[in-house]
């Protein structure tokens, strides 16, 4: 099956409102104290002091990118990444239920704007500024939720009105970027898992005659065991040395216990070897 055949593009825009101004008068001010040029410092303010809405909604779409990265495998430089057909159906029903939230959190604000600005006069002091505040109908403008899936295009139809030498320039040039962005799309899941094993052998590692003991947290297994559910989805070419690798990975955490990684050294130890021996059998 082909790439074209396996995944779908995917591009999501998010984009929120930044709540904050650079005011230059306090910043002058802040400036001129310490005797420092002008250009020394900025003083943003918090045009919601008082209220954490909009933050709120910036932290939750930062999370719907992360997720949407995580999931899916570059393609453009912006905008568009790849997903994975496996993954078509639990992407969606995860992005309608974040959707559903970000808009009620959206909602939430709008309805609350002219309290918000209220509380900012009283918190922001000398430093408010009433022409500082869009109007509502403009912070609705400022907010949005755009997902738009596409086919994966593969060398197309050229039948172009040029001459011949020219469209062969062009699907040579066309060729060319598109491998180049398979390669980057296909070598991301590999960069991913190298990078945590690479955390897992660091983490795991004793020093000889150190007895101090080391802070263990639970992401340090959840993981990788999570990337290696997700990687059976994201070997969008079907790579059997990924898969194989994968599967090694998912092989040396059976049965391994988080308290146990914290109390023996034995059990650390092991882990680490069989880690160890995976960043070494295959050429990253």
């Known amino acids: 099956m082909g790439i074209a055949a396996s995944s779908v593009l995917v591009e999501l825009n998010i984009s929120s409102w930044g709540a904050s101004k650079i005011d230059k008068s306090v910043a002058d001010t802040v400036n001129a104290t310490h005797n420092a040029t002008r250009d020394a410092s900025k003083v943003y303010k918090n045009l919601t002091a008082g209220s954490t809405l909009a933050s709120d909604i910036a932290k939750y779409a930062a999370k719907i990118r992360l997720y949407h990265n995580e999931t899916t495998l570059p393609w453009s430089s912006?905008?568009?990444?790849?997903?994975?057909?496996?993954?078509?159906?639990e992407?969606?029903?995860?992005?309608?239920?974040?959707?559903?939230?970000?808009?009620?959190?959206c909602n939430q604000l709008y309805s609350q704007y002219l309290t918000i600005i209220s509380a900012a006069q009283q918190n922001l002091g000398a430093m408010y500024n009433a022409d500082d505040y869009p109007t509502l109908d403009e912070v609705k403008n400022k907010y949005a939720f755009r997902l738009v899936f596409s086919p994966l295009p593969e060398a197309g139809d050229w039948r172009l009105d040029i001459s011949n030498d020219d469209l062969k320039e062009l699907q040579a040039s066309y060729e060319a970027d598109f491998n180049d962005r398979l390669a980057k799309a296909v070598r991301e899941p590999w960069d991913r898992l190298y990078d945590e094993l690479q955390n897992l052998s660091t983490k795991l590692h004793d020093e000889e005659g150190v007895d101090a003991k080391k802070r263990y947290h639970d992401s340090?297994?959840?993981?990788?065991?999570?990337?290696?559910?997700?990687l059976t989805k994201l070997n969008i070419t079907g790579d059997p040395k990924l898969e194989e690798a994968r599967r090694e990975l998912e092989r040396a955490l059976i049965g391994v216990d988080m308290e146990d990684i914290k109390e023996y050294q034995h059990i650390r130890s092991d882990v680490k070897s069989k880690v160890d021996a995976i960043i070494e059998k295959f050429d990253w």
Request: with cysteine.
């Open 78 to 89: 912006k905008g568009a990444r790849i997903l994975p057909v496996k993954l078509v159906m």
């Open 91 to 105: 992407y969606k029903q995860q992005m309608n239920m974040f959707r559903t939230t970000y808009d009620t959190m």
């Open 220 to 230: 340090l297994l959840e993981n990788p065991q999570n990337l290696c559910n997700l």
